[in-house]
């Protein structure tokens, strides 16, 4: 089977895989910009000098009772809570199919 890529939106409802019963939102996606340095003897690459964008993190928000909690998670720790809720067998597939 053919991965595919999943990209989290900030808003939308996860859970962590330690946890599938606990719904929280994403707050924020933890960027990090870095340069990519050129390559030598290659003067297309040297006339244009070119960054990349990584996602480092999600930071989360959740409820426990009358509770605010948030927390930083890899986004290999989350799965969309749609997922969460069809069960262990969908979450693997979903974590295999990543």
Not at 60 to 65: A, Q, T, Y
């Amino acid at each position: 089977m053919a991965r595919t890529s999943y990209i989290f939106k900030e808003g939308e409802s996860v859970a962590h895989i330690g946890n599938l019963k606990n719904q929280m939102w994403i707050e924020r996606l933890l960027r990090q910009t870095k340069e990519l340095k050129p390559k030598d003897g290659d003067p297309e690459h040297k006339i244009q000098q070119e960054s990349k964008v990584y996602l480092v993190g999600v930071e989360c928000h959740w409820w426990v009772d009358n509770d605010l909690r948030k927390g930083k998670f890899h986004s290999m720790e989350l799965v969309p809570y749609h997922v969460a809720r069809s069960g262990d067998k969908a979450v693997e597939a979903w974590m295999n199919d990543r």
